[in-house]
């Protein structure tokens, strides 16, 4: 049966019902806003929580014992095609829903579009999907069933950018969202029950704003920058406003009624003049402290460029004590778009954010670590370094709306140099992490915990920029086609490519496409910065050729940088390349299948019979079998030197299997054809 549902002034009126559609697992959206500089894009890499004006994008219920939540998901690990998914969080029997793809943004890959989450009186569950300027509407879906997210129906569409949805119990819905008008404009909405709305009201608008909001069950408050000149790179300055009226009514810290729309720079809500000291504002999280006043988390910077700077970019808090706004340095900041939540609880501040730096140094994000302050932010310490010596930079910890400490903060990973894998992670209020798991059919499922998580080697380190659809991550896939394969443009091109341990190689093999035969020169090293390496080159042959093998003296290494110099008897400048192998020429064996343990050995392999055997083990060491998505498929102690694997109930195509004993780890590929 078909809803329909009437609302006032808004002229797009709903008759769509979504039933669940799932997804086998949680795939982080991986996205490149495409602003390069010498350091690297503005902002990048796993930004499935992204962006700082979109709040909440978690919510627990104590009548339901879950924390639901949304995020920007994809459809594998070498795309990028956003979906609106939601999931949540069982505190009962502490494992994960299945998530469910809400909406499928049909080719969007932009990462503004994030939705966020709200829970009404009655249990019913509301997403507010983004849109983006005047291109494409935003949406607000209401689940079919209270606490539930197996159907969705659609409320209605319009222009809704930065969507920042409040819900004050028994009153209603107040919407603060960005309208494109002179620049980015701030505005207003409220209804009684989600689907009959007061007409838009603009708040803010001198060429450009972000803001960052909160609220108590009786009061909504946002913090806000000014975009000088109409340039988002130019945002700056600090100002606060609230409305105890669902919106209508607008008042400064100190209940000074603020004619709205505000219209100059100079005006009553401004707290900290930022313009004059020449430093950037990048609003991060604000919320209430426990006598209702608000307290802001916020980095400080003097350029809008990713890389070094001068002064370095600084953390801080914003406090109003009653009388007076004070401001604080919590710590130092590496990247302008470092997103963090604030906590504020028990008599402790904390702040849970990527303030350590991470595996990619002046990329968005780092390492996650906890903060705590027992002076109300006058002073603060690293408590707990939540993740480290990761793959991937850590990005954008969301604090959940009325958190539960089981499930606290929530985030994503990813490469910020180059599209990759996108894990979703939480952690509880210790400081224990979990990573959700990339793929599974379970309609629940755990958490894994850091500790047992599981690298999926090869993977690219370092790549030009993304050219959609053909990423270089394909040039590492397994697969050979049409459809997987790494493109680009110009020449020289390099990526690099970890191999995940150091292994010995004598030989690689290029796969153009279409029959194309390219030169290049070949780095490997054991180290990731190539301070001891050996270089490699080769140089087309006279006849074009599917596959350009090159054989070279033994050498060990890790790391491999793949440089394309140039093509055979063609006259264009592009690059297309269907997969790139490293190997030990040892019966055509895959390097990634040796270990530098010369006691361990695999084979058959390819395995083609329903069987592979494992040889020199250790007794007792584990044996444990992995998809290429991490899913576990054997487990079992060796009895003896030597081991047969039945693989007849085996997924085709490649496997992980890892081999641990008292001393040692290694993790083998192995073909199952």
Not at 26 to 48: A, E, M, R, V
Not at 260 to 285: A, F, G, H, M, Q
Not at 458 to 468: G, K, T
Request: net charge negative; aromatic share 14%; hydrophobic share 30%.
């Amino acid at each position: 049966m078909r809803k329909v549902l009437l609302f006032i002034f808004f002229s797009t009126l709903s008759q769509n019902s979504f039933p669940a559609d799932y997804i086998n697992g949680f795939k982080g959206l991986w996205y490149t806003l495409g602003q390069y500089g010498t350091y690297g894009d503005k902002y990048s890499g796993g930004l499935g929580t992204y962006t700082a004006k979109h709040l909440p994008l978690a919510i627990y219920s104590p009548e339901a014992q879950k924390t639901f939540f949304t995020y920007g998901g994809t459809t594998s690990y070498t795309e990028n095609q956003l979906l609106i998914m939601i999931s949540y969080y069982d505190h009962v029997t502490e494992q994960l829903a299945k998530p469910m793809i809400l909406f499928n943004k049909e080719g969007v890959i932009d990462a503004h579009d994030n939705g966020t989450i709200q829970i009404d009186d009655d249990g019913y569950i509301w997403v507010f999907i983004a849109g983006r300027y005047r291109e494409r509407n935003g949406y607000i879906f209401k689940s079919d069933q209270p606490y539930s997210i197996n159907s969705f129906s659609e409320v209605l569409n319009k222009p809704l950018n930065y969507p920042q949805p409040k819900y004050l119990p028994e009153k209603g819905f107040v919407l603060l969202f960005t309208n494109m008008g002179s620049g980015r404009e701030l505005y207003v909405q409220s209804s009684p029950d989600g689907h009959t709305w007061s007409s838009e009201k603009k708040l803010v608008g001198f060429r450009g704003h972000y803001q960052a909001s909160a609220n108590t069950s009786s009061k909504v408050g946002f913090v806000y920058n000014w975009h000088k000149n109409g340039n988002v790179d130019n945002r700056t300055n600090l100002y606060y406003m609230q409305s105890t009226d669902m919106g209508k009514t607008w008042t400064t810290i100190n209940n000074e009624v603020l004619t709205t729309p505000l219209t100059t720079s100079s005006n009553p809500s401004l707290i900290k003049d930022y313009e004059s000291l020449n430093l950037k504002v990048y609003l991060k999280d604000i919320d209430y402290d426990k006598n209702g006043y608000p307290v802001v988390l916020y980095i400080t910077s003097p350029s809008h460029l990713s890389g070094p700077t001068n002064p370095t970019r600084e953390w801080r808090l914003a406090r109003w004590d009653g009388t007076q706004w004070l401001f604080t340095f919590v710590t130092y900041a590496s990247h302008n778009y470092d997103m963090g939540s604030l906590y504020l609880e028990d008599g402790t501040y904390r702040i849970v954010a990527p303030t350590e730096v991470g595996p990619q140094q002046w990329g968005t994000g780092g390492e996650i670590a906890i903060w705590e302050s027992y002076d109300e932010g006058a002073n603060w310490v690293k408590t707990v370094d939540v993740t480290s010596n990761s793959n991937r930079n850590h990005t954008y910890a969301r604090r959940p709306f009325n958190v539960n400490d089981d499930f606290y903060t929530m985030w994503a990973d990813g490469n910020t140099n180059t599209l990759s894998r996108s894990y979703l992670y939480y952690t509880n209020k210790e400081g224990k992490a979990f990573q959700m798991p990339y793929d599974t059919n379970d309609d629940m499922c755990y958490g894994i915990p850091l500790d047992e998580t599981i690298e999926i080697y090869p993977q690219i380190v370092d790549a030009p920029a993304i050219q959609q659809g053909y990423p270089a991550i394909k040039i590492v896939d397994g697969q050979i086609g049409e459809t997987s394969m790494w493109k680009s443009q110009y020449f020289p091109k390099s990526i690099i490519i970890d191999y995940g341990e150091e292994l010995k190689l004598n030989q690689a093999k290029l796969h153009p496409e279409s029959g194309r035969s390219y030169s290049y020169n070949l780095e490997l090293s054991t180290e990731i910065d190539f301070s001891n390496k050996t270089v490699i080159n080769y140089t087309a042959s006279n006849i074009p050729q599917n596959t350009n093998n090159l054989e070279f003296e033994p050498t060990i290494a890790r790391y491999a940088r793949l440089t394309i110099t140039g093509q055979y008897q063609n006259q264009d400048n592009n690059i297309n390349i269907n997969e790139f192998e490293l190997l030990l020429n040892n019966n055509d064996i895959p390097s990634t299948l040796r270990n530098l343990n010369q006691d361990l050995n695999i084979f058959p392999n390819p395995s083609t019979n329903g069987y592979f055997k494992i040889e020199g083990l250790h007794r007792n060491a584990s044996i444990e079998i992995f998809t290429v998505n991490g899913v576990s498929i054997y487990k079992s102690l060796a009895t003896a030197n030597s081991a047969t694997i039945n693989t007849q109930s085996f997924p085709k195509g490649i496997v992980l299997v890892k081999i641990m004993d008292a001393n040692t780890k290694s993790v083998f590929k192995v073909i199952i054809k």
